[in-house]
T-cell receptor
Framework: DVKVTQSSRYLVKRTGEKVFLECVQD?????MFWYRQDPGLGLRLIYF???????EKGDIPEGYSVSREKKERFSLILESASTNQTSMYLC????????????FGDGTRLSIL | DQQVKQNSPSLSVQEGRISILNCDYT??????FLWYKKYPAEGPTFLIS?????DKNEDGRFTVFLNKSAKHLSLHIVPSQPGDSAVYFC????????????????FGQGTILTVHP
């Protein structure tokens, strides 16, 4: 079974802090993704990566950056956290190729005070 | 611009009956569609998918129907069980030739399904 592990289930940070969310997958997947889930908006893609050190912007990249130094690890960085970044953050991974399903972690509930 | 829309925020059905969850899309480049189920405090899990070359795909109690001309898909659950109560997301993917779609998915807003015993 694919295992996608997010480092924290709950996180509380202050406005202006630099925040790191970590994600690790154990299935040697090429693709990794970061989403945020908000009520009424579904899952929105922030960034994704299709290889080590490769990244592409998703639909809502503003205020975020990412890092992928190793194939199994994909980090989401909030450069200067703001209250509108309070959300559920979900990491996913998939095999490269058309129609491959993404496998998700259990999410990090991030609150910015 | 919501390219994938689930217009029903919630659906309530009786155990044993059929649940029908609907999804509409606007981007004609989408050619692969997936349904995910999400329980509270867990990540979404893949349920079933369909390619645009088909109009139906079945897996046990779950069937997905695709109407390309209407840009509409639906998920049927028969019979519904209380354990099916969850949020259901539809998602779509475009296989961009020469592009870098890399399995990128566009999700709908989700529909909360409640199955009453």
């Amino acid at each position: 079974d694919v295992k996608v592990t997010q480092s924290s289930r709950y996180l509380v940070k202050r406005t202006g802090e630099k925040v790191f969310l970590e994600c690790v997958q154990d299935m040697d997947h090429e693709n990794m993704f970061w989403y945020r889930q908000d009520p009424g908006l579904g899952l929105r893609l922030i960034y994704f990566s299709y290889d080590v050190k490769m990244k592409e912007k998703g639909d809502i990249p503003e205020g975020y950056s990412v890092s992928r130094e190793k194939k199994e690890r994909f980090s989401l960085i909030l450069e200067s956290a703001s209250t509108n970044q309070t959300s559920m953050y979900l990491c996913a991974s998939s095999i490269q190729g058309f129609g491959q399903p993404q496998h998700f972690g259990d999410g990090t509930r991030l609150s910015i005070l | 611009d919501q390219q994938v829309k689930q217009n029903s925020p919630s659906l309530s059905v009786q155990e044993g009956r059929i649940s029908i969850l609907n999804c509409d899309y606007t981007n004609s480049m989408f050619d692969y569609f997936l349904w995910y189920k999400k329980y509270p405090a867990e990540g979404p899990t893949f349920l079933i998918s369909i390619s645009s070359i088909k109009d139906k795909n079945e897996d046990g109690r779950f069937t997905v129907f695709l109407n390309k001309s209407a840009k509409h898909l639906s998920l049927h659950i028969v019979p519904s069980q209380p354990g099916d109560s969850a949020v259901y997301f539809c998602a779509a993917s475009a296989n961009l030739r020469g592009g870098t779609s890399y399995g990128k998915l566009t999700f709908g807003q989700g529909t909360i399904l409640t199955v009453h015993p």
